[in-house]
């Protein structure tokens, strides 16, 4: 796994949490083209309203912290952190709003911002070519790292693309606490880019659920360094689709480090009269307590599959075809063919355990 | 507590559970006046479809049976279930529209209507002036029986109302497999009538949740006998008061025995813009798992209180006023002041706890 061109990582411990690492910088050699998908919850964190205003400039460095949220917490917390990174923006020599910023960790505590600008010089001086200090400055209730590289080659041309993930808990439709990075060397015209930034997202970080609970500061950033030109459709083609790949890789990780989860379940949608009905049933099951607590004691319980879809507002005839793979298994498939339409999805979400209880009942 | 006048019960073990009552029957003398609230799920019980159907007729008795949903089943299931009810008819010599039927139990298994039919002419020789025999009939899951009785004295007149309710698990915003029977003997106009039971079902059964699964099954039925007629004002005021109490009561209960909770949580939200805003502000914090996690471990985690707001697109300023109570006991309050209008509402939920998961990846 080598990093695409054009960017340095670093992360270290800054004193946010009492151990582990919880800063991570993302540096561009040049400034990079940044496209952002993030948390449509109505009380977002301080680093989201800033992200969102400077998503689209020129991007020179994404700080992320963990261990705070940076949500919610004093009515200085949006000008305590516009501080931080015009601070960041001065080692480098750039403007605040070159800069973006992501958070994660708990809710309502004031960002310890002192902490962060003292260790600004340390985290520069650590920046270079190796992934592993930013991966796990990243994490939370995470149980293990959330990497995934793709490469491409087609024309002479050879791409790459590096991506990290974050999450475990409170992940939902429209976004997790879940923190997505992607970094890439190529360069496509931003409109086209961003479409495709944001179907790769719907299809990926967008279609996974643990407890169907959304964050104040779902964030995923691609970033691109435009070291390699794509400029017929072939390429680009490829390009879409390793993008697609990275996001399902990424988004699939969360899922499987779902917080108490035993079980990785993947809902197939087929037969759906439109794409978005395709996904409201695939949630509406993903999200279902008593589907997760079936799942998890491996009883095939289709009963709460009708009523789920009834809730959603999905009418079944008899006929509906709902196929369970062996549900003893860790990896699992539920198949549901709804029979009206041409329309289908995939989505991921985990069983629901008295452990995901116990985690969340302490975690404060 | 006394039968409302004009009115019998009965309840028998039919053999659709191996042991246990599970036939239910409440006889009107003369025809009562009915109304019903039944569940906005897609894919209705065939109970529920047909008491639809024959709600607005009067009405000589109401079937209920636990242990089978009666939904979903069959291709013939609506046709059983109008066999069903046509044979009650022929017993009384009325005709099937004048019967309602409603089920609770699995979905997905065929109801047993031979057995059912085989057993009407005990079901109504037991038909007596005492609850207990039904209170027992409909429940499933439930840990106790669920009972309110309500009088009220006006002007010389005394009415009436005695309510059961059936809850456990899969309670939801919208109803729950929830069944709900209120009886009383009072007289009024049958649109004034329809408005104060619509209002009382709103702030009872429509204000909980468990685990925000709404059922195949919900239905709420108030029948009255006609016998005691109210014709003024304060009169009609006193009656609405009683079943908006005992339509509490009943909810409360159902709460009381969510699945596995061990804490019954009343959140309080004032402040709203809205009637609407603060069912959807209440329902957020009752339906989230992290925030029911939270008060199983006895956690004021109000971060999770501001996401879940947020989550339902309610932005909230720091100045938001959040209190609970002590969160060890086993009596919660939680108060929310959105601090945005005059709009209040109180609403019921459980906690999330392993005992939950435990019950519900066993249930089949």
Redesign the interface.
Known sequence: MNLPEGFLLSGINCGIKKSGYDLGLIYAEDFATALGVFTT????AYSVTLAKKNINNPIKAVLVNSGN?N??S??LGLKDTEEIITKLAGEFGVKKKNILISSTG???KRLPKEKIIKNLPELIKKLDKKYKSFSKSILTTDTFEKVSFKKGSINKKSFTLLGFSKGA??I?PNMATMLGFILTDVSIPKNEFKKMVNEAVEESFNSITI??????NDTAFVLSSNKVVLDNEKEKKLFFEKLKDISLDLAKMIVKDGEGATKFVEIQIKGAKTKKEAKTAGMALAN???IK??L??A?T????I???????????K?NIKIRFTDLKKKNIKIAVDLDRGEFCGNFFTTD???E?????????
Chains 1, 2 share one sequence.
């Not at 919850?41 to 977002?44: H, K, T």
């Open positions: 919850n109505a009380n977002p949220a949500c919610y004093h009515e708990i809710i309502g808990g409170m939902c407890d169907g609970c959304m964050s104040t279902s307590n008593l607590c079936a998890y004691g009883n319980n289709w009963g709460r009708i009523s789920a879809l009834g809730q959603a507002g999905i009418n079944v008899e629901l355990t008295p995901y209880i116990d985690i969340n009942a302490e975690y404060s």
